[in-house]
Each structure stands twice: as C-alpha cells, then as structure tokens.
Antibody, heavy 121, light 106 residues
C-alpha cells in the first residue's frame, strides 16, 4: 500500500523557517517525480514545487522561488521542503504528492494527509 | 504561466442529477488535464487523468472530455458520496490548479 506521511508543520513567526518532511512507503520512491502542493484555509489547491527522480531538476511556483527549497533522499525514501522567509500568505496545509505517470501524462495519484503551517505576524 | 479557470464556482444538485463542471486553460494544453475530488479535511483524490482516462477504482459515473483549452468533468448520476469540491489541474507546463467547484446538496 502506497503511503505518504508528512511532518514538520507548525506555528512560526513571519520571517521564520520550517523544514517539512514526507516519508514514502509502498512503492519504489526513486522512480518518481515528487511534489509539494498547498492549500490555504478556504482556498483552492496550489502546486508549490516538484523534483525529479534523482534530484537533478527542481521547479517552483513563482511565489516561493528563492525562499523554498525542495530536496529528497532516496536512501531514506524521503522528500523535504525547506521554507524560509515565511509570509502570512504561506499559511496553508502542505501536502506531499506523488507524480504518477502514464507515458507522457503526469498526475498526482497519491497524497499524504497534509501538515499545517501557520505563519503569525 | 498557464491559468486554469473552472465554472461554476459552486452548484447545487440533487441525488440522481447529471452534473457538468467545466475547466478552461489560458492556452492549449492538449490533453494534459487531470480532475480531483476533495472532501472537507481530506486530501484530494485523483478521478480522471489525461483528460478522459478513469483512474483505477473510480466509479464509471465519472467521465472527462476535452482537449486544447476546454475540458469537462461529468457525473452521470450524482450520488450522496459525490458531494465534494472538484479541482482541475494541468500538467502541460509545470502544474496549475483551477480554483475548484463545490458541489452541494440541493
């Protein structure tokens, strides 16, 4: 059974940092792109970042470029999101998601339960 | 950046109704379009990928169509467990979601 379990969220002051983690199990982690997706309270979903299987390629939504860093450790089946210079608008539930694929089509086929991040001013 | 616009933002429907949700991309995305269902306090669940492919385990009352810029999610006969929020998402260039459509009980 595929499982994604996030941790590391919490309450942080504006300008602070948090490191989010996601531990994967039930599939060959090193074979998949992985993403972080967030959802602000009462809002829609926003893709934040993704990372290639070997960590060589990383992409970010414009609003977090230069502040957030995605990384992975395939030996530990783990995905990370280092969040720095946090702003009130970063308050959200952060989900870890697997980028499943079929030929050239990519989709988020498995999701974690989410870890909440609250940035206080 | 590719923008995704869903309509309507919300709708009210009854059990047994046929429901259609649309999603429009700001530029052509071929069939790189996915649909998700999300219930309150839960993670999203993949329903449809590549515009019209049904994810394993998803009931056949869900279907997707479209290509280019205009896409549709259809629920042929709404069931009580289908009351939820539905999100479209493109994977043609990076990843972008629509703003969501909430399906409520009439």
């Amino acid at each position: 059974e595929v499982q994604l379990v996030e941790s590391g969220g919490g309450l942080v002051q504006r300008g602070g940092s948090l490191r989010l983690s996601c531990v994967a199990s039930g599939f060959s982690f090193s074979r998949y792109w992985m993403s972080w997706v967030r959802q602000a309270p009462g809002k829609g979903l926003e893709w934040v970042a993704n990372i290639k299987q070997d960590g060589s390629d990383k992409y970010y939504v414009d609003s977090v470029k230069g502040r957030f860093t995605i990384s992975r450790d395939n030996a530990k089946n783990s995905l990370y999101l280092q969040t720095n210079s946090l702003r009130a608008e970063d308050t959200a539930v952060y989900y870890c998601a697997r980028d499943g694929y079929s030929s050239s089509w990519y989709y988020f086929d498995y999701w974690g339960q989410g870890t909440p991040v609250t940035v206080s001013s | 950046d590719i923008q995704m616009t869903q309509s309507p933002s919300s709708l009210s429907a009854s059990v047994g109704d046929r429901v259609t949700i649309t999603c429009r991309a700001s530029q052509s995305i071929s069939t790189y379009l996915n649909w998700y269902q999300q219930k309150p306090g839960k993670a999203p669940k993949l329903l449809i990928y590549a515009a019209s492919s049904l994810q394993s385990g998803v009931p056949s009352r869900f279907s997707g169509s479209g290509s280019g810029t205009d896409f549709t999610l259809t629920i042929s006969s709404l069931q009580p467990e289908d009351f939820a929020t539905y999100h479209c998402q493109q994977s043609y260039s990076a990843r972008t979601f629509g703003q969501g459509t909430k399906v409520e009980i009439k």
